[in-house]
Each structure stands twice: as structure tokens, then as C-alpha cells.
């Protein structure tokens, strides 16, 4: 459900509600409207963000619903105060392809040392993670373990910035106001944060764009493991050999491929390319221009 409160628009969803086989999740029913429904609806853009087809629906019934542009927790964000002191870095999520390797978490942790020095660095993990990474931490890192939202929250409160990968950690960092950097490697930056999120930079490979891998049985996500290196200045120890063999990293070389950092008018051209788009999709056919490069700059 999305409501308006202090011009900000609250984003509240139900996950896991059991279902009868064959209902699609909710998450699903705006494609299944637009598309199945009412074919004369345009195929959503690739960059676009992920609520934007729900509100779409919802403006059917409230025309002036804003667009959701950030999202906020204001009654969590002020367990913060100012305690925050250390650096929080989450380098697990709940599939192995948006998992940080060892050699990616000991390389992020050297590089957010020297970002934040004197900073304690905390590895945010479930009981039982921290084994996982098998190798020595750099002086002034520890693990630090959560069983709980609550506890995790109580972990939040005392954090003055965030680095981490894609997972659901990451949007309670966001909605928080934590300082957030987001590594993506298979995952859409653009899709998977709302488009003016404060303080929050995305980090990926400049070569994938905001294009979306479905080598969902990956294990060795190359894309996530050389943002890393590229965003630390370390060698990346995975190999594109360990990858499957539809990986989109064997048709380029990511450790050519700059890490990308988000800039001031990234997004308001991606907006424009996405109107453009749109306005392409309703066009007759004999007036579509032949080819539109998404991520060609302006």
C-alpha cells in the first residue's frame, strides 16, 4: 500500500502469505494487468523502478499520488541520534550470486579502513556466517552476528555509514538514513532503489548497465566479486571459468570496466530515456526510430 505522510510516499507489502499453486504473487499482478489484460499497456522499460507499475495502478484511483522517491522509516531512523560510531559492511544475501567472496570482503574491508580510519568495522553476519569467509580480517575488523530484526536494528542504530551487497539489510540501511554503498552484480541498480534515495551510492560494473543476469544457479558471481576489486583497487580471485556459461562477464573484461559510481544527474537521464521509451512504445511503428542505446551518454 502506498500513503502519503510528510511528502514522503510509505511503502508497506506483504511477502511469504501463503497462496493457492498456480495465484501469482502479488508482486507479479501489475505485468499480469498491463500485459495480459490490457495489451494496448507498453512493456515496462528495462531501468524502470520497481514499484512504478503498482503506482501506475494506484494513480487509477488517485491521479495525484506522487511518484515514490525515497523510502524512509523516520521512528527507526531515530534510534540513531548521534551514536552512530562504526562502519557496517553486510557482504551476504539470501542466494550464493549476490555473495561476497573472502578475497571481496577482506579487500572492502582494507579499502573502507582507509576510508573511515580509526573507525571500528563491523561484518554484520547471521550465527554461524562468519566461518564462511575463512581467512584473516585486517586490524580494527570483527564480526559481528544478529539473530533478530530487532537486534539487527539495535546494530543500525549505532552505524554511521553502510557498505554492503544487494539484500534486504541494504533498503533497512537506506530507510534508516545510513550513509548506504550498494554493490549490485547480477541485480538492477536502477529497479532495486528508489530512483532519489539520500546518500546512497550504487556500485556496479559500467559494462552491464542496469541489465539483469538470469544465471540464477551462479555461485561465483564474477560481476559482484570485480566490482569490488575495481571499487578497492585489489585483484579478484574469482575466475570467469568458475562462472556458467552464459555469464555475461565472457563477453566483456570486467576488470577493464570501472566500478560506477552514481553521479548528480545519472538518474534524470535515465527518467528521460524511460519517457522516451514509453513514448516510443505508443507511437506507430513507421515512427519508432530503429535502435535506442540506453546507457549511451547524452
Given at each position: 500500500m502506498l500513503r502519503r505522510a510528510g511528502g514522503v510516499v510509505g511503502v508497506r507489502s506483504a511477502h511469504n502469505l501463503d497462496r493457492p499453486p498456480g495465484l501469482?504473487?502479488?508482486?507479479?499482478l501489475p505485468e499480469l494487468a498491463s500485459r495480459e489484460f490490457f495489451p494496448e499497456f507498453p512493456a515496462e522499460a528495462a531501468d524502470e523502478f520497481q514499484l512504478?507499475?503498482?503506482?501506475?495502478v494506484l494513480r487509477?484511483?488517485?491521479p495525484g499520488l506522487p511518484r515514490p522517491q525515497r523510502l524512509e522509516l523516520p521512528g527507526l531512523a531515530a534510534l540513531r541520534g548521534a551514536r552512530g560510531s562504526a562502519i557496517g559492511l553486510v557482504p551476504f544475501a539470501d542466494e550464493p550470486r549476490r555473495n561476497m567472496d573472502a578475497a571481496s570482503v577482506v579487500a572492502l574491508a582494507g579499502e573502507i579502513a582507509r576510508r573511515h580510519p580509526g573507525d571500528p568495522i563491523w561484518i554484520?553476519?547471521?550465527?554461524?556466517?562468519?566461518a564462511r569467509i575463512g581467512a584473516p580480517l585486517p586490524p580494527g575488523v570483527e564480526f559481528v552476528s544478529f539473530a533478530t530484526l530487532e537486534e539487527l536494528i539495535d546494530r543500525y542504530a549505532r552505524l554511521k555509514a553502510w557498505y554492503g551487497t544487494d539484500t534486504g539489510p541494504y533498503h533497512l540501511a537506506v530507510a534508516m538514513g545510513i550513509p548506504t554503498t550498494t554493490f549490485f552484480g547480477p541485480t538492477q541498480p536502477l529497479r532495486n532503489s528508489f530512483p532519489a534515495q539520500p546518500d546512497l551510492e550504487r556500485v556496479r560494473l559500467s559494462v552491464l548497465g542496469n541489465e539483469h543476469c538470469e544465471q540464477k544457479q551462479c555461485a561465483h558471481p564474477l560481476c559482484l566479486h570485480q566490482a569490488v576489486a575495481n571499487f578497492a583497487g585489489a585483484p579478484c580471485a574469482t575466475r570467469l571459468q568458475e562462472t556458467p556459461a552464459g555469464c555475461p562477464c565472457g563477453f566483456i573484461h570486467p576488470t577493464r570496466s570501472r566500478a560506477t559510481h552514481e553521479d548528480p544527474h545519472h538518474q534524470a537521464r535515465q527518467d528521460r530515456r524511460s519517457a522516451a521509451r514509453q513514448a516510443d512504445a505508443r507511437a506507430p511503428a513507421a515512427e519508432r526510430p530503429e535502435c535506442r542505446d540506453p546507457f549511451s551518454r547524452e
Open positions: 501469482r504473487a502479488a508482486k507479479d512504478d507499475p503498482a503506482w501506475r487509477c484511483l488517485d554484520l553476519v547471521d550465527p554461524g556466517e562468519a
